[in-house]
């Protein structure tokens, strides 16, 4: 079992920078070996979307909307995963969600609302 909590989301202007985290905690039977982890996103009304993903060994890939402009990275040490976002546009407003696969599941947080005013 993985439990992950996001935090970070706020109300900003179109422009600006914010900084999502998440926090994770798990079994020794897990934790080390958590494959990826990823943030998404769901705007009100619309699925929930891919946005980045890093691998175990901190390779990042980024969905064509967060690229250039989104940073991910994985703190090991304080078992961290964070997004920096930067230049942030009214259609970037959306709950964001962490995750971690560990083998065959995947584990969720609860969500972190941004709200990007124009």
């Known amino acids: 079992q993985v439990r992950l909590v996001e935090s970070g989301g706020d109300v900003v202007q179109a422009g600006a920078s914010l900084r999502l985290s998440c926090a994770y905690s798990?079994?020794?039977?897990?934790?080390?070996?958590?494959?990826?982890m990823e943030w998404y996103r769901q705007a009100l009304g619309e699925q929930r979307d891919w946005v980045a993903t890093i691998t175990y060994d901190g390779t990042a890939n980024y969905a064509p909307s967060a690229r250039g402009r989104f940073t991910i990275s994985r703190d090991t040490e304080k078992s961290v995963l964070s997004l920096q976002m930067d230049n942030l546009k009214p259609e970037d407003t959306a709950v964001y969600y962490c995750s971690a696969r560990v083998v065959d599941n995947t584990y969720w947080g609860q969500g972190t609302q941004v709200v990007v005013s124009s």
């Open positions: 798990g079994s020794s039977s897990h934790i080390p070996f958590i494959a990826g």
